[in-house]
């Protein structure tokens, strides 16, 4: 690889590799020693296409998520199954693996620029900023960046636009969907918020089994469904859909956290 080869966002690529590597060896003990990740369906990762794959997903923390996807696509595209064992698939990552994130977020520190360099697609919310609600128009050069990193490889978003469970999803995913036709694959992910602290850069809690279920990619008629349609079979792929509430409310699963934590048992 030329030494200042650059990918479409400008970014020396030599400098990302570098930088994921380092990351991917500091956080793997966050997944493998500290807590443990069980996954299911990484093999489905290898019979992917190069290019315009959209990952969604539910979300629980802002960098640990995405750090941990990250982790689990490298190993299964160095021939691991359903683990993450063995760091040194880190050393030739897929450079060409982008998460969207709010542009607030990625400018927070330099930790979160860093993290911004490694792929970040920031992109600045219509329904939210500093904390408070707001209403203001798309900007079209998010979307067109978020165009230029499914052409050039995979995207990881989180269509709920927040770490609070159950929130609907926003209608700008189906968008996406619908005017670009990606592969869309669904990931479950659960754990993440009793392990770290709300950005995912401190780890709260010690030996919680945190999970992450990579799905089939969804079969969609990009013509025919409705936004409606896409919308709501996005919610419950990633199983945040009010149904999924019947069985125990969120106080109630809060209330419950430490007595499920004893009882939950380490992947094997």
């Known amino acids: 690889m030329p030494i200042f080869k650059r990918n479409p966002f400008g970014h020396i690529l030599f400098l990302k590799k570098w930088l994921i590597r380092f990351f991917g060896i500091v956080s793997h003990g966050r997944y493998r020693r500290f807590n443990k990740l069980q996954i299911e369906g990484s093999e489905i990762i290898r019979n992917l296409p190069e290019t315009n794959v959209l990952f969604v997903s539910n979300h629980q923390t802002y960098f640990a998520d995405v750090a941990a996807m990250l982790h689990v696509f490298n190993a299964s595209l160095k021939g691991r199954v359903d683990t993450i064992k063995n760091v040194g698939y880190i050393w030739n990552p897929k450079l060409n693996i982008y998460y969207i994130a709010a542009s607030e977020t990625m400018k927070a520190g330099l930790l979160p620029k860093i993290f911004a360099y490694v792929g970040s697609i920031s992109i600045e919310r219509t329904w939210r900023s500093k904390g408070q609600d707001v209403k203001r128009q798309v900007k079209m050069s998010d979307i067109s960046n978020i165009k230029k990193a499914l052409d050039d490889g995979w995207v990881i978003t989180f269509?709920?636009?927040?770490?609070?469970?159950?929130?609907?999803?926003?209608?700008?995913?189906?968008?996406?969907?619908?005017?670009?036709?990606?592969?869309?694959?669904?990931?479950?992910?659960?754990?993440?918020?009793?392990?770290?602290?709300?950005?995912?850069?401190?780890?709260?809690?010690?030996?919680?089994?945190?999970?992450?279920?990579?799905?089939?990619?969804?079969?969609?008629?990009?013509?025919?469904?409705?936004?409606?349609?896409?919308?709501?079979?996005?919610?419950?792929?990633?199983?945040?859909?009010?149904?999924f509430l019947k069985v125990i409310t969120p106080e109630e699963y809060k209330l419950q956290e430490d007595e499920l934590n004893k009882k939950r048992k380490f992947w094997s």
Request: charged share 35%; glycine share 4%.
């Open 159 to 243: 269509p709920q636009g927040t770490t609070t469970p159950f929130k609907p999803i926003r209608r700008g995913t189906a968008h996406i969907i619908k005017t670009y036709k990606p592969v869309v694959v669904p990931i479950v992910i659960d754990g993440f918020r009793r392990s770290f602290d709300k950005k995912g850069l401190i780890i709260k809690k010690r030996d919680v089994l945190q999970s992450m279920v990579i799905k089939e990619p969804m079969k969609i008629d990009y013509e025919n469904e409705t936004f409606e349609e896409i919308v709501k079979r996005i919610q419950i792929e990633i199983e945040q859909d009010p149904s």
